[in-house]
Structure formats: C-alpha cells, structure tokens
C-alpha cells in the first residue's frame, strides 16, 4: 500500500511480468538492442511514444533523442540546453547491465502516473525492470505553467530510472521529497523550472471533506525569484477521484504514486 500524500514511487517487486522475460533475451542476441538497455514495449503507440521523446529532448537538450523502428531509446548529442544531470542519468540506464522496458497503463487504476517493477530472472541474471506510465493521468493536471513544464511524463520517467540506477529512496514523512526527488530537482534546476517542495500531495483546504465527488489535491513547486532570497510558490493540482490514489490517500505518484 502506498502512503497518504505521495507523489513519486519506490521500486516495487515483482516474480514475473509476462512478455518481460522474453523481451530480455531478445535484447541480449540482438545487436541494436545492445547499444541501448532502454526499450519501449510493444502495444505503446506512437502518440504516447513522441509525447514521451518530445519531454526528453525538451529536459535534455538532446534533439535527436528518440525511439528508433525496434522501440529502443536513442540517445543522441545535445545542445547546451537541457539538463547535464538528466543526460548523465539516461547514459547511464542505457549503458547499464539492467535492461529497462517501458510500458502504456494509460487509463489502469493500478498506476498512478508511474511505477516501476523489478522482476526476478534467472540465476545470475541482471534483472529486468519495467517502467509503467498512466500517460491519460497527465491529461488530466492543471495549475501554473511552469509547474506543469516540471511534472510530466519525462520527469515521471526520470523519477523511475533514478530509483533503478541510483538506488535512491522516497521519503516517509510529510515536508521532505527524499533522496530521489533531490536528484530531479537538480534536473529542474538546471532546467531553469521550479523544484518540487514536497514529495506528498495534499488535498485542497476542505475538498477532502465535502461530499463532492471530485477530491483535488495538488502539489507545491517553488522557485527563487531573482537574486533575493524569497521563492515563489506553484501548483499542480488534479481530480484524485479520476487520477486515483485515493485509498493510499495519496499515493506515489512519483510522487505520483508509483512515480
């Protein structure tokens, strides 16, 4: 179960993702799968895979970036945009011994945002991750701009694959974002975007005692103004009846849930 308030996930464990396995000895006889241990499963179509490519470039600076006809992420040069600290990170997962699948749960109320699974394989074996994303969860946020530029499906992708490479952990308490959210908000930062001020979202004053059906909840974003010390706040809210999460009452959506 997932704690009330969360936004990003942890590294759930799974024994066995069907298809997955099978995927990962295909990637280990073939030569393009090789170069890149970052994939998009089968079954994502090619909307949500260029909404996808789109916020990668965008966080990275890597206009090149993209799924190549076998569904592999290729990474590419860049620009002296973007974020140095997301390039590292992708570099990293693709240049790594894990193979890393993605997968469409769009519209599933067993994800909130994204999640991602590990699963077990044979002895000796790396094991196989598989990065879950409720992309139609996305279309459903509202709030300022430049918190929503801060809280997409790349950066839920980003909060993923930091919890494979680095190992990094969620918070458990309120006003912290823990380990991994340090790690993206650095990504944010050089980005020039707001950081995400807590790792929990929060039901809106009062909507979480009303009978209304719609239950926001929304999460804060602060950014420095100027060379003063003061920050500004932003928001990003949504309709938890909708997105879910509800039952953990507020689950990780990356702090998604399971982001």
Request: with cysteine; glycine share 6%; hydrophobic share 40%.
């Amino acid at each position: 179960m997932l704690p009330q308030g969360t936004l990003l996930s942890s590294v759930a464990k799974a024994i066995c993702l069907p298809g997955i396995l099978l995927l990962a000895a295909q990637s280990q006889l073939s030569p393009v799968h090789a170069r890149s241990n970052i994939s998009v499963r089968e079954g994502t179509s090619l909307e949500r895979r260029t909404q996808l490519e789109s916020s990668l470039r965008q966080i990275t600076g890597m206009a090149e970036l993209g799924f190549d006809a076998s569904g592999v992420l290729r990474l590419a040069a860049h620009s002296d945009s973007g974020s140095k600290s997301a390039r590292a990170l992708l570099w990293k997962a693709a240049e790594g011994l894990n193979p890393i699948f993605i997968e469409d749960r769009s519209r599933r109320s067993d994800v909130v945002f994204a999640r991602v699974l590990m699963t077990k394989t044979i002895a000796n074996q790396a094991p196989v991750y598989l990065v879950q994303i409720d992309f139609s969860d996305f279309e459903s946020l509202m709030g300022d701009e430049l918190a929503l530029k801060a809280f997409d499906v790349g950066w839920a992708m980003l909060h993923e694959l930091d919890h494979v490479v680095e190992a990094s952990e969620d918070p458990l308490s309120h006003n912290e974002v823990g380990d991994c959210e340090e790690h993206i908000n650095q990504m944010r930062k050089e980005c020039n975007l707001p950081l995400r001020a807590e790792y929990f979202h929060r039901f809106l004053p009062s909507s979480g005692e009303t009978d209304f059906a719609a239950k926001f909840v929304r999460l804060p974003f602060v950014q420095r103004v100027g060379l003063t010390n003061k920050e500004k706040r932003y928001w990003v809210m949504w309709d938890a009846g909708i997105v879910g999460g509800l039952q953990e009452h507020c689950s990780k959506t990356w702090s998604l849930t399971a982001l």
